[in-house]
């Protein structure tokens, strides 16, 4: 019998929650005094664990992958999943269990690895490629494959600085897609770049997961796990709770999100999602008057807030906010780069809240998850933190007017509509008398 090309065996992975550094606080009560001082208050928080806890993002996993096998993982943000592919990748040690790889193995967890914003395009293929184990000989080889799959050939030999974040993230995604490996695992980047290269990302993993290559596949897209994916992982608090067919792991999943989550939050830097420059600290959904709360009338305006903290002085941050519906489609995006005050601007370290306005009169009611990006100076820094607050919109009626009926389309927007009369019914007296 052939031996699996992936096997776990009791992996577990701890932190130690430590002091933080950031410089504008100690820990929760600093984050709060902080906020009290910029905002004249702050919301209530979680109670904080205590410095020096222990917090396993990992506990006792086990499974097996044959090869060929395509796996989706899924599970909430914080359930263990880029954890556990940094385990297989050899990225991070497990504390505790054994995780054995059969094969060259190439990952996608992080678009970007390698990039330089002051080197050309082309110039950053080469280094980026190097970094994630290609040689240069390869790199020649399929370099034509790689800037023809971005897009970006005619900008090629412009530093990477001046492109726009969706170029920068297409060439990003195309080296690490053109990687030779036996076993491949990649972590939620099908949200790169326009809708039609997302569909080119998609085809590239189809083509993956068909090669007969193993592939571990950790997205919230649960539309491409049903369509990619032979088997899934569910993941809850750093376990395995289920392990079976797709639908049936996506059925068990959708039914465990009926309790719906408006805000999340990350008590310190220390624990917090994030990388060097900014850290993930709250996302809340809330009404006009800044309440948090899962349902709101369509109506009525709704606010996403995020809260994240600068870690270096002077960098230039964004935030990006975008919404889905059940069925795992964008109905919208929106990001900060008009925003008056900040926008573009050397920050201070320390914390800072971004919030976004959605008007009422826009949504259709149903449930939504909330997707939010940080980036930073000129969008060479990104990260995606995916479903991290969850919301319903309900039907207030507003628009109904005296009709009952079922509405199209993925939102709900308040329209201006006139109506004038033209001419007199010259032109109907031949359709009159015929019918007279």
Same mark, same amino acid.
């Given at each position: 019998?052939?031996?699996?090309?992936?096997?776990?065996?009791?992996? %577990?992975?701890?932190?130690?929650?430590?002091?933080?550094?950031?410089?504008?606080?100690?820990?929760?009560?600093?984050?709060?005094? @902080?906020?009290?001082?910029?905002?004249?208050?702050?919301?209530?928080?979680?109670?904080?664990?205590?410095?020096?806890?222990?917090? @396993?993002?990992?506990?006792?996993?086990?499974?097996?992958?044959?090869?060929?096998?395509? *796996?989706?993982?899924?599970?909430?943000?914080?359930?263990?999943?880029?954890?556990?592919?940094?385990?297989?990748?050899?990225?991070?040690?497990? !504390?505790?269990?054994?995780?054995?790889?059969?094969?060259?193995?190439?990952?996608?967890?992080?678009?970007?690895?390698?990039?330089?914003?002051?080197?050309?395009? &082309?110039?950053? *293929?080469? &280094?980026?490629?190097?970094?994630?184990?290609?040689?240069?000989?390869?790199?020649?080889?399929?370099?034509?494959?790689? *800037?023809?799959?971005?897009?970006?050939?005619?900008?090629?030999?412009?530093?990477?600085?001046?492109?726009?974040?969706?170029?920068?993230?297409?060439?990003?995604?195309?080296?690490?897609?053109?990687?030779?490996?036996?076993?491949?695992?990649?972590?939620?980047?099908?949200?790169?770049?326009?809708?039609?290269?997302?569909?080119?990302?998609?085809?590239?993993?189809?083509?993956?997961?068909? %090669?007969?290559?193993?592939?571990?596949? *950790?997205?919230?897209?649960?539309?491409?796990?049903?369509?990619?994916?032979?088997?899934?992982?569910?993941?809850?608090?750093?376990?395995?709770? &289920?392990?079976?067919?797709?639908?049936?792991?996506?059925?068990?999943?959708?039914?465990?999100?009926?309790?719906?989550?408006?805000?999340?939050?990350?008590?310190?830097?220390?624990?917090?999602? /994030?990388? %060097?420059?900014?850290?993930?600290?709250?996302? #809340?959904?809330?009404?006009?008057?800044?309440?948090?709360?899962?349902?709101?009338?369509?109506?009525?305006?709704?606010?996403?807030?995020?809260?994240?903290?600068?870690?270096?002085?002077?960098? #230039?941050?964004?935030?990006?906010?975008?919404?889905?519906?059940?069925?795992?489609?964008?109905?919208?995006?929106?990001?900060?780069?008009?925003?008056? #005050?900040?926008?573009?601007?050397?920050?201070?370290? /320390?914390?800072?809240?971004?919030?976004?306005?959605?008007?009422?009169?826009?949504?259709?009611?149903?449930?939504?998850?909330?997707?939010? &990006?940080? @980036?930073?100076?000129?969008?060479?820094?990104?990260?995606?933190?995916?479903?991290?607050?969850?919301?319903?919109? !309900?039907?207030?009626?507003?628009?109904?007017?005296?009709?009952?009926?079922?509405?199209?389309?993925?939102?709900?927007?308040?329209?201006?509509? !006139?109506?004038?009369?033209?001419?007199?019914?010259?032109?109907?007296?031949?359709?009159?008398?015929?019918?007279?």
């Amino acid at each position: 019998m052939t031996a699996p090309v992936i096997e776990a065996q009791g992996l %577990s992975k701890r932190y130690i929650l430590q002091q933080p550094a950031t410089g504008f606080g100690s820990g929760l009560a600093g984050s709060a005094r @902080w906020l009290r001082r910029m905002f004249g208050s702050a919301p209530r928080p979680k109670p904080m664990p205590t410095l020096g806890a222990e917090f @396993w993002a990992l506990k006792d996993v086990s499974f097996s992958v044959s090869q060929g096998d395509v *796996v989706g993982i899924v599970g909430k943000n914080g359930a263990g999943k880029t954890s556990l592919l940094k385990i297989l990748a050899r990225i991070t040690a497990p !504390t505790a269990g054994i995780a054995k790889v059969r094969g060259r193995v190439g990952s996608i967890l992080e678009i970007g690895t390698g990039f330089n914003p002051s080197l050309t395009g &082309l110039q950053n *293929v080469f &280094l980026s490629a190097a970094i994630l184990g290609m040689r240069e000989e390869e790199t020649r080889q399929r370099l034509e494959e790689i *800037v023809e799959f971005s897009g970006v050939g005619k900008f090629i030999d412009v530093p990477v600085k001046h492109y726009s974040s969706g170029m920068y993230a297409r060439l990003a995604f195309s080296v690490v897609a053109h990687l030779r490996h036996e076993i491949l695992l990649i972590d939620e980047v099908l949200a790169v770049g326009d809708a039609s290269f997302q569909k080119k990302c998609v085809g590239k993993l189809h083509g993956e997961a068909t %090669s007969g290559r193993t592939v571990l596949f *950790v997205s919230h897209n649960l539309a491409s796990v049903a369509s990619l994916c032979n088997r899934a992982l569910l993941l809850e608090e750093g376990r395995i709770t &289920l392990d079976g067919p797709p639908g049936a792991v996506i059925d068990t999943y959708l039914g465990r999100l009926k309790e719906l989550q408006a805000t999340s939050i990350w008590e310190s830097p220390d624990v917090a999602p /994030g990388n %060097s420059v900014f850290r993930l600290h709250a996302v #809340r959904v809330t009404d006009a008057a800044g309440r948090p709360g899962v349902r709101h009338a369509n109506s009525n305006d709704v606010l996403i807030e995020m809260e994240y903290w600068n870690l270096r002085e002077g960098s #230039r941050l964004g935030a990006t906010i975008a919404v889905f519906n059940p069925a795992g489609l964008c109905v919208f995006g929106s990001l900060s780069n008009h925003e008056p #005050r900040w926008h573009g601007q050397a920050r201070p370290r /320390g914390l800072f809240r971004s919030t976004c306005r959605i008007p009422g009169n826009l949504m259709m009611d149903g449930i939504y998850t909330l997707s939010v &990006l940080l @980036w930073a100076d000129h969008y060479t820094e990104m990260m995606r933190f995916d479903r991290v607050a969850e919301f319903e919109i !309900t039907d207030s009626g507003s628009l109904r007017g005296d009709y009952f009926g079922g509405w199209e389309g993925c939102i709900l927007p308040q329209l201006e509509w !006139t109506c004038e009369h033209v001419e007199a019914d010259r032109a109907l007296a031949s359709v009159s008398g015929e019918h007279g």
